[in-house]
């Protein structure tokens, strides 16, 4: 089964920029998605195709993408911006959804 | 605007068969690209894609649940149906119905524009 890795967690204080990486082996030809989820809510996508922002999603979010490694990056990170944060590729076969095991942002 | 629900049972006996609703509104699942799709999250886990139904009538399934899975969709009702056999206690999560959406660049890539707030279902006898 296809994985994708993230780090557990991820601590910043306000005002600077927060990465959080991404890593599978079919990365290179899948774009990668991200969602962020605050406790006792639903996903919302916050970037789709590497880099790519939905409407209403803050300038600050942004997404990257380096051989087998998709970032988001949250420059001038603020508080309301502490979250858990999930990627989502396919795998090499395209048919099948995966989600990596999420990162928990802390907002120091 | 997209909107979706999810509905079902808030607590089933193991081995029972657990069957979700959800209902949306603000697109049509007939129209080129559009997808539905279930996803779960065990307490404090995380997301994990169970299927998903195309515009098409196409069904996906995760490989780990496809036995216990089937999707279907009323177009007419705008209502995408998950029914799961022979639930267990693991099996307790929230399990939220999303709006996918279809891409084609190399390959295929689904993902998931809008949700439901989820519907928790807890398996105990």
């Known amino acids: 089964s296809y994985e994708l890795t993230q780090p557990p967690s991820v601590s910043v204080s306000p005002g600077q920029t927060a990465r959080i990486t991404c890593s599978g082996d079919?990365?290179?030809?899948?774009?990668g998605y991200w969602y962020q989820q605050k406790p006792g809510q639903a996903p919302v996508l916050v970037i789709y195709k590497d880099s790519e922002r939905p409407s209403g999603i803050p300038e600050r979010f942004s997404g990257t993408s380096s051989g087998t490694t998709v970032t988001l990056s949250i420059s001038g990170v603020q508080a309301e911006d502490e979250a858990d944060y999930y990627c989502q590729s396919p795998d090499s076969s395209g048919t099948y959804v995966f989600f990596g095991g999420g990162t928990k942002l802390t907002v120091l | 605007q997209v909107t979706l629900r999810e509905s079902g049972p808030a607590l089933v006996k193991p081995t029972q068969t657990l069957t979700l609703t959800c209902s949306f509104s603000?697109?049509?699942?007939?129209?080129?690209?559009?997808?539905v799709s279930w996803i779960r999250q065990p307490p404090g886990k995380a997301l994990e894609w169970l299927a998903l139904?195309?515009?098409?009538?196409?069904?996906y399934y995760s490989t780990s649940l496809k036995t216990r899975l089937t999707i279907s969709k009323d177009t007419s009702k705008n209502q995408v149906v998950l029914t799961m056999t022979n639930m267990d206690p693991v099996d307790t999560a929230t399990y939220y119905c999303a709006r996918t959406l279809f891409t084609m660049v190399a390959v295929e890539e689904y993902y998931f524009d809008s949700w439901g707030q989820g519907t928790l279902v807890t398996v105990s006898s």
């Open positions: 139904i195309d515009w098409d009538d196409d069904k």
């Open positions: 603000g697109f049509s699942l007939s129209s080129s690209g559009m997808c």
């Open positions: 079919a990365l290179p030809k899948q774009h």
